[in-house]
T-cell receptor, first 113, second 113 residues
Framework: NAGVTQTPKFRVLKTGQSMTLLCAQD?????MYWYRQDPGMGLRLIHY???????AKGEVPDGYNVSRLKKQNFLLGLESAAPSQTSVYFC????????????FGSGTRLTVV | SQQGEEDPQALSIQEGENATMNCSYK?????LQWYRQNSGRGLVHLIL?????REKHSGRLRVTLDTSKKSSSLLITASRAADTASYFC?????????????FGQGTELSVKP
């Protein structure tokens, strides 16, 4: 099993450009999440999904959009990138319910110049 | 705002010594989880302790939870150089929907050979 796969692994964007980060999981997990990790800030939740066709806002959703058209995929979009969105983005998935751990992808390092 | 606060922020020990990391949180929880992150990698789930548990073991890992003090500790016994990583606590709050976790800022552990 591949687990959680994120593409791309690295990307440099110019301010104002758009892009989509793809997360794919092959574990049949119901829940999926997008976090960003910044130095000294830990991980902060951007958006999450509790099932196909559903999405919800997390702690820092501004400037991002998401879609979950298929259960195995969770897409994170930046419509107009800003330097403040320079970060490492992590996707994670988990089984339905509260008492399960997350499986994380290996991350996407995004730089906005 | 961060639910989990970790202490210390950085810890340096010799191989064979024990490492103890602490996590404090603010609101009532369903469970608390610990994750490891090697440099440049995604997070890996280590252990989950439920709110009605006080101690849990997994190999060289021992986790305690004190809900009256809203705190947890992670003990790594007989540390190895390969344990060098950042360790994060994460909490699933009691009113949580969608299995969301709130992460602390992490403890950087360095184990010297």
């Amino acid at each position: 099993n591949a687990g959680v796969t994120q593409t791309p692994k690295f990307r440099v964007l110019k301010t104002g450009q758009s892009m989509t980060l793809l997360c794919a999981q092959d574990m049949n997990h119901e829940y999926m999440y997008w976090y960003r990790q910044d130095p000294g800030m830990g991980l902060r939740l951007i958006h999450y999904s509790v099932g196909e066709g559903t999405t919800a806002k997390g702690e820092v959703p501004d400037g991002y959009n998401v879609s979950r058209l298929k259960k195995q995929n969770f897409l994170l979009g930046l419509e107009s990138a800003a330097p403040s969105q320079t970060s490492v983005y992590f996707c994670a998935s988990s089984r339905r319910g509260t008492n399960y751990g997350y499986t994380f992808g290996s991350g996407t390092r995004l730089t906005v110049v | 705002s961060q639910q989990g606060e970790e202490d210390p922020q950085a810890l340096s020990i010799q191989e064979g010594e024990n490492a103890t990391m602490n996590c404090s949180y603010k609101t009532s929880i369903n469970n608390l989880q610990w994750y490891r992150q090697n440099s440049g990698r995604g997070l890996v789930h280590l252990i989950l302790i439920r709110s009605n548990e006080r101690e849990k073991h997994s190999g060289r890992l021992r986790v305690t939870l004190d809900t009256s003090k809203k705190s947890s500790s992670l003990l790594i016994t007989a540390s190895r150089a390969a344990d060098t990583a950042s360790y994060f606590c994460a909490t699933a709050t009691i009113y949580n929907q969608g299995g969301k976790l709130i992460f602390g800022q992490g403890t950087e552990l360095s184990v010297k050979p």
